[in-house]
């Protein structure tokens, strides 16, 4: 197991060697497309294969994708900070994350 700090070293290194599988970031993915191979996954021996997209992993068929938290304390939040959440929650807010790589939540 070898651990690194940042998707493009991931990328790099599995890009340069057939014999190592990395495990990257979805937006991060559409970055590298065509530099290495992205199998299907199976959930299980009767499942099918399921390719990571967006959908896939919102619907949850993607079975080795992750939710990402944002924790807060309530009681703590500075009126920016408090925009901020807001903020990320509305369409526009969404689609900034959708840009980013990131799976939209509504």
């Known amino acids: ?6 998707n493009a070293e991931i990328a790099n290194l599995v890009s340069s060697n057939e014999n190592i599988i990395g495990y990257i970031s979805l937006g991060y993915l559409s970055m590298i497309e065509g530099m290495v191979n992205t199998p299907k996954i199976h959930a299980d ?41 807001d903020f990320i929650y509305t369409p526009s807010g969404q689609q900034i994350g959708q840009q980013n790589g990131f799976v939209p939540i509504k």
């Open 1 to 6: 197991c070898i651990l690194f700090q940042t």
């Open 45 to 85: 021996k009767d499942s099918e294969a399921v390719a990571p997209s967006f959908e896939s992993v919102k619907s949850k068929e993607y079975p080795i994708s992750r939710d990402l938290y944002i924790y807060a304390d309530e009681n703590r939040l500075s009126e920016i900070a408090k925009a901020y959440l």
